[in-house]
């Protein structure tokens, strides 16, 4: 253990999803628990500033995050409705808000985690060395998943670009684009939503060349999440996102009297961009790892299983591999043929996702996309989509890129 106040054996970086799932999984295992671990964020956050879903079976994650689930789903196409078949997997909403609360109760209670309240302003991943707007500090390892907006690395460095997105490849060159949301907390003064019953994705909504769908999340039978959604390249004027919702609201749910308890916004890179796990001492995680899923923009469930895999990978053999978090080449394929397709604008996501959930089982599906399908499986799911567009996307993505 070091002595010098400012010498930490482990440096968090963030209070966002990863570092504070790190943050609990290290305070939860008696290894670590020797260790003096430092987290760092500009700010404490305790309030409810995003929400997270994510399918799992029962016993496949800890619930005690979770604020919501249902246990039947529905997709509706652009003409027709699928009532999804889930057979033992349940959808799972997080509230930021119960996250927060319960990541800094674990953490504080382990007596060997802290917090500081702080601008981390630089750092030098060889040397672990990070700077703040309170003072300077060093460790044996350093994990990254923060996005500040100064930093000093190099080229080839950990996020070397001034926000999340700058340095991502265009969609002309790997297929990528943004996932961006806004969606509204409704409260009604009648009960109209069945709180059991969710709706997955809805495209019935104008497409516009792009992939857009609005998912309802009913919380209460007179509340519920209502969120519009789109796939693009470029973000749309505060209104639109207020009309299309608005509008989805009056039409498909036929409410005109509502009132708006809370609104979130977001923006989540959708990218084949191989992100560096490791320079140096730093370790990435998080966005910043490839966390997210490209191909969906999922990242919770993700996430607790990749910090799971980084932490039990240095408790078994002394190391902490990060390389060991990636995904399998084919999942990355996947995902990049996907992307073009989806960004070249030649199927829409509408097509794709219904086309799957409305001719195979949900569970086959939410294996596929949580990468633990196999590969009768996967072929069984290309079968169900237009094939030309995606043989060549799939074809052009080997050319390019030869390996994942």
């Not at 670590?32 to 956050?45: A, G, M, N, P, V």
């Amino acid at each position: 253990m070091h002595t010098d106040t400012n010498a930490w054996d482990i440096l968090i970086l963030g209070a966002g999803l990863s570092g504070l799932s790190l943050a609990m999984e290290l305070a939860v295992q008696s290894e670590f628990q020797s260790k003096r671990i430092l987290l760092i964020d500009r700010e404490k956050k305790l309030g409810n500033d995003r929400t997270w879903c994510y399918w799992a079976q029962s016993g496949e994650l800890p619930e005690e995050h979770v604020s919501k689930s249902w246990t039947a789903l529905t997709v509706f196409g652009k003409f027709s409705e699928y009532a999804l078949n889930m057979e033992d997997y349940r959808y799972h909403m997080v509230r930021s808000s119960d996250f927060y609360k319960n990541a800094f109760q674990i953490i504080e209670e382990a007596g060997n985690i802290e917090f500081l309240e702080a601008v981390v302003e630089r750092f030098d991943p060889e040397e672990g060395r990070v700077f703040t707007s309170k003072g300077e500090f060093t460790a044996d390892v350093l994990f990254n998943s923060a996005f500040p907006k100064n930093l000093s690395l190099p080229e080839a460095g950990l996020l070397g670009f001034k926000t999340p997105f700058s340095g991502l490849k265009s969609a002309s060159e790997s297929g990528g684009m943004l996932q961006h949301f806004k969606g509204w907390i409704i409260e009604t003064d009648e009960d109209v939503f069945d709180p059991s019953h969710a709706t997955l994705m809805d495209f019935r909504v104008e497409q516009k060349g792009s992939t857009r769908f609005v998912y309802v999340l009913p919380l209460a039978p007179n509340r519920a999440l209502v969120e519009f959604t789109l796939f693009s390249n470029e973000l749309l004027s505060a209104e639109v996102y207020d009309e299309a919702l608005e509008q989805y609201i009056n039409s498909y749910l036929g409410l005109n009297n509502y009132q708006i308890e809370e609104t979130e916004f977001g923006v989540i890179p959708m990218t084949d961009q191989r992100f560096p796990v490791q320079v140096g001492k730093c370790i990435n995680i998080g966005t910043a790892a490839g966390f997210v899923k490209p191909s969906s923009g999922y990242a919770y469930k993700r996430t607790q299983e990749k910090i799971k895999i980084l932490v039990a990978n240095r408790m078994a053999t002394g190391h902490w591999n990060p390389g060991e978090m990636r995904s399998s080449w084919r999942f990355r394929w996947y995902d990049s043929t996907l992307l073009r397709v989806l960004a070249g604008d030649k199927v829409g996501g509408a097509v794709v996702f219904s086309a799957l959930f409305g001719r195979l089982p949900a569970s086959l599906v939410f294996r596929f996309l949580d990468e633990k399908s196999t590969i009768w499986e996967e072929l069984r799911l290309m079968m169900q989509v237009p094939r030309l567009p995606f043989i060549f996307a799939a074809l052009k993505q080997l050319l390019r890129n030869g390996t994942f």
